[in-house]
């Protein structure tokens, strides 16, 4: 095996180890008989937790009720991205609590 091969192999190697060990745990998981998800029991744990396409699908999800909600019928993209990321941030350090009081306190001091 030439060099080059066994440092790209080596690198690959240190990613995999390096990567979050957990499994990830799909959104299908929580769903009822009837496939559907009670969006406002899910915790933080469940969306740090779960694959990144899941976690955008459901950061997206949150947002157009919440703006709903609000009765704005607009997206902001880059700020939808960020509150997403600021969101999976705190549910990492609060595990425990729901998702929905995780937004509900990030959208308080949004405007601190």
């Given at each position: 095996m030439k060099v080059g091969n066994q440092i790209g192999l080596a690198l690959v190697a240190c990613v995999l180890m390096l990567s979050d060990a957990k499994a990830q745990t799909p959104l299908s998981a929580y769903t009822d008989a009837n496939g559907f998800i009670d969006v406002q029991t899910l915790t933080c744990a469940q969306l740090a937790g779960t694959y990144q396409e899941d976690a955008?699908?459901?950061?997206?999800?949150?947002?157009?009720?919440?703006?709903?909600?609000?009765?704005?019928?607009?997206?902001?993209?880059?700020?939808?991205?960020?509150?997403?990321?600021?969101?999976?941030?705190?549910c990492k350090a609060h595990p425990n609590v729901k998702i929905i009081e995780a937004i509900d306190l990030l959208l308080k001091n949004e405007g601190k």
């Open positions: 955008d699908m459901l950061a997206a999800w949150y947002s157009g009720w919440y703006n709903g909600l609000a009765k704005k019928h607009y997206a902001h993209i880059t700020r939808a991205k960020s509150g997403e990321h600021q969101l999976i941030v705190y």
